[in-house]
């Protein structure tokens, strides 16, 4: 618990923004699993209570299931306002990576766009636009739809841009589309990739990171999948090329110690490729780091 706030901790239901289901009841999982006793006091939890997702609505190659995917970020995107405006620090508890574009705008719409940055530890960069996606999968798009360069179908909230490249730190990312690399070089977005943090070591990036953010009201959305597939498989992309869970884990509790998180994603666990339980104790242990 930090400065007296707790934790709201949001289910986000949402899993047709990827190719793969069972995010969607990430949440429950978990929950039933003893979460809230891994938690104690420092957290609240806060079933979704919106229209559920589960149907696939695909009209648009381009943006996949739109209307189920965006359902669910309007919803989060008011959820996660009223937790912040009540004095909470909001986690939003995918479902998969799409649901970062609601949670960013609700921190953007609350400090400011020039006031926030966005620590992203991802194994993905998630800024395709439905232009450059080759999948047209929205969860690889929620950082270019709030930059406000994605189709304004993709808005949530009052305004279109809600964060800027040079305000965006992406950490591990190594599975990057062609498309990507260069919104990432117009916008300035800050790409420390997975080779890079091999090669520099974890503790120096983020490091950097942090000094970098300082003074700004930081949003850290966190996707499983940034954690090598052998140590973390229970996710819809385990990738060889990923980061070591320990580096994972010494990045998040270097920016929850270090940096005033004010909002949090933890997205793409999948429940159903976890049958012994090993990646949700893995989650436990993640989720602790958040109660210091
Ligand atoms: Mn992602």
């Not at 976890?274 to 993640?286: K, M, N, V």
């Amino acid at each position: 618990m930090r400065n007296g706030k707790k934790l709201l901790i949001l289910e986000a239901p949402v899993s047709v923004g990827s190719p793969t289901r069972g995010t969607e009841d990430a949440y429950s999982a978990l929950v039933s699993d003893g979460l809230p006793g891994v938690m104690g006091d420092a957290a609240v939890f806060s079933p979704y209570d919106g229209e559920r997702s589960a149907k696939e609505t695909l009209h648009d190659e381009r943006l996949r299931h739109l209307e189920t995917v965006m359902t669910v970020c309007r919803e989060n995107y008011r959820r996660t306002a009223k937790a912040l405006s009540d004095g909470y620090i909001p986690l939003t508890l995918g479902g998969d990576h799409s649901l970062a574009m609601s949670s960013v705008a609700a921190v953007s719409e609350k400090y400011g766009a020039d006031g926030v940055a966005v620590i992203y530890i991802d194994a993905h960069a998630d800024i395709n636009t439905e232009a450059t996606s080759p999948s047209g999968m929205i969860h690889g798009m929620p950082l270019a739809a709030a930059m406000g360069l994605c189709t304004e179908r993709l808005t949530v909230g009052k305004r279109r841009v809600n964060l800027y490249g040079k305000n965006t730190y992406i950490v591990g990312a190594h599975s990057i589309d062609e498309g990507e690399w260069g919104i990432i070089e117009e916008q300035g977005v800050h790409l420390y990739t997975a080779d890079e943090v091999k090669r520099r070591g974890i503790d120096e990036v983020i490091n950097e990171v942090i000094r970098a953010t300082e003074g700004m009201h930081v949003h850290l959305s966190f996707d499983v999948d940034s954690i090598r597939g052998d140590e973390f498989p229970a996710t819809g992309y385990a990738l060889k090329d990923s980061l070591p869970l320990s580096d994972v884990v010494y990045a998040l509790g270097a920016v929850w110690d270090d940096v005033p998180v004010v909002s949090l994603d933890v997205v793409e666990y999948n429940p159903r490729r976890d049958p012994a339980g090993a990646c949700r104790d893995i989650l436990f242990d993640i989720f602790s780091i958040f109660k210091r």
